[in-house]
């Protein structure tokens, strides 16, 4: 009979906690440096972990990709000081202590006192270092955790200082505009990152919006979209220039016919019999004028610089109905749009997502809420062609579960 020689098993966690234990004894990781006095430089500091938060086992990953690169570089024979750093600002920070203080929002800080409300920050960033030094240590990741970088000491506040005055005298800073997801929620804007973090499934207005023609009586613009709360703040209308569109002559209930306008791709967006009485590019169409359906801003914009047709190459025929209403302090595309036909930007919307007073129709009412009051406005005006129900995927805020805007 066959025989094996024994197996010599290992009990993993003591052998783990052994090495552990003899690289501390032995400072193997300070010798990992100071044994490369010298060489060339492979600086790492690391993008900081937040630590009034526990760790959990995505940081574990993320560790260890970063500790995988710096003991790379130190077998290539570089240099590698590794320096560990807290992130102690940001809405994680905030949110977290709005909820111990049972504050709502940026109104409720504000009352509670901006300089408590440091503080209380302040008081809780550091919360869970140990759990986070315990973590560290037994996942074998060598970074500095005795001399980390700290975002809210005066030393790392004024070297990013710093380097901005460097930035700006070299002649790189400038002051521009970009339109971004915003979360009334929270009173911040989200980055693109953490706006993929709270899509959910809703059920927003589809609507089919007239948008009377000057100087044709009669005839209207057919425009669609999910946010009739941005039709406030409409300033123009953008097409395709080389789509083909048709002006049609459609029958309403039996009584007077009605022109409308849109992509001769779209023409099922037409409920009930039509004539096709003329057909022309988008081009032909740019710079035509149209009423604006809100008056709430024509005395304020210079004259004729809003409420017409311009050109878009985003425009398409996929959906909708050829023609896309604008509203460029609501959207990326529209205030490039904006920018190169040199539209004005209206914004009816406080940043607690609440109309200002200048938008009478809606003043007070939370923006997604508005939603129902300027679809009855629009059909109580004869400007609603169609109303329907649309289920998509809309962004919120993943902190607070509130709609973006």
Known sequence: MKTFPEVKRFNHPELEK??????????????SITRREGAPVFSFYEGPPTANGRPGIHHV???TIKDIFCRYKTMKGFRVSRKAGWDTHGLP??????????????QGVIDYGIERFNKACRDSVLRYTELWDELTSRMGYWVDLQNPYVTFENEYIESVWWLIKQIHEKGLLYKGHKIQWYSPGSGTVLSSHEVSLGYKEVQDPSVFVRFPIVGDPGAYFLAWTTTPWTLISNTALAVGPDITYARVSVNVDGGENEVLVLAKDRLEAINGEYVIEDEMSGADLVGQRYEPLFDYFVDEVEVGSAWKVVPADYVSTEDGTGIVHTAPAFGAEDFETAQRE????VNPIAGDGRFLDVATLVAGQWFKDADKTIVRDLKSRGLMYRHETFVHNYPHDWRKGTPLM
């Open 18 to 31: 052994e090495t552990l234990q003899w690289w501390n004894d032995q400072d193997i990781f300070a010798k």
């Open 61 to 63: 990953m993320s560790r």
């Open 93 to 106: 920070v905030e949110i977290e202590v709005e909820k111990e203080l049972n504050l709502a929002g940026r």
């Open 342 to 345: 040199n539209l004005p930007l």
